[in-house]
């Protein structure tokens, strides 16, 4: 139904609309605003990440703590993401035994890529979860560990990440003895000391 308010929509005739449901479909509260959130309501947001942190290589701590909420229902990820992108969303998600759902819509809107949903209305503030990039810069950490999630780093640089945030832990993986020998080295060092 184009923008057509519930007002609108009450003062046609029962002929009208058959017509216009037969035209457009059933008239839907909030289109615009389930548009940009996946097909849901903004008040069940408790999280949200951009398409852009969802390509990232880890899985920001946010949205494990948002699915660990008691009131997340499920998670939904647009379906323009690859799928080797949102997988580990979705391994996530299941792992904490929560429904998750790729949703493929065209007339979806924005740049909204993941959002933890509850079943009611939780009217969280700020949905938005800050870049992680730009969090950990701020903690001190060096860019070249910050872009080595889901790799193995050394220990000096697991050290460093875990100090600055604990939360990331789940990111980060240590390089073994065996992995020095067949000569893996740290990309999260700024300097060749390891």
């Known amino acids: 139904m184009p923008s057509e308010t519930l007002n609108e929509w009450e003062r046609h005739n029962e002929l009208e609309k058959t017509i216009l449901t037969g035209i457009y479909g059933q008239p839907e509260i909030k289109r615009a605003e389930k548009n940009r959130f996946l097909g849901e309501f903004r008040e069940r947001v408790?999280?949200?990440?951009?398409k852009k942190q969802v390509a990232e290589p880890g899985i920001y701590p946010e949205i494990t703590s948002a699915l660990e909420d008691e009131n997340a229902k499920k998670m939904v990820i647009h379906g323009?993401?690859?799928?080797?992108?949102?997988?580990?969303?979705?391994?996530?998600?299941?792992?904490?035994?929560?429904?998750?759902?790729?949703?493929?819509e065209p007339g979806f809107k924005g740049d909204t890529?993941?959002?933890?949903?509850?079943?009611?209305?939780?009217?969280?503030?700020?949905?938005?979860?800050?870049?992680?990039?730009?969090?950990?810069?701020r903690l001190g950490v060096p860019e070249p560990l910050i872009?080595?999630?889901?790799?193995?780093?050394?220990?000096?640089?697991?050290d460093k990440m875990l100090k600055a945030d604990p939360a990331e832990a789940s990111n980060y993986t240590m390089i073994?003895?065996?992995?020095?020998?067949?000569?893996?080295?740290?990309?999260?060092c700024t300097s060749t000391e390891h």
């Open 46 to 50: 408790i999280k949200r990440l951009s």
């Open 80 to 104: 323009d993401i690859p799928y080797s992108q949102a997988r580990k969303y979705e391994k996530l998600a299941h792992k904490l035994q929560k429904g998750c759902s790729i949703i493929h």
């Open 113 to 137: 890529g993941l959002l933890v949903v509850s079943g009611n209305a939780v009217d969280i503030e700020n949905i938005d979860v800050e870049d992680r990039t730009l969090r950990l810069t």
């Open 147 to 158: 872009h080595s999630a889901g790799r193995k780093v050394c220990k000096s640089c697991l």
């Open 176 to 188: 073994t003895f065996l992995d020095h020998l067949w000569g893996e080295h740290c990309p999260g």
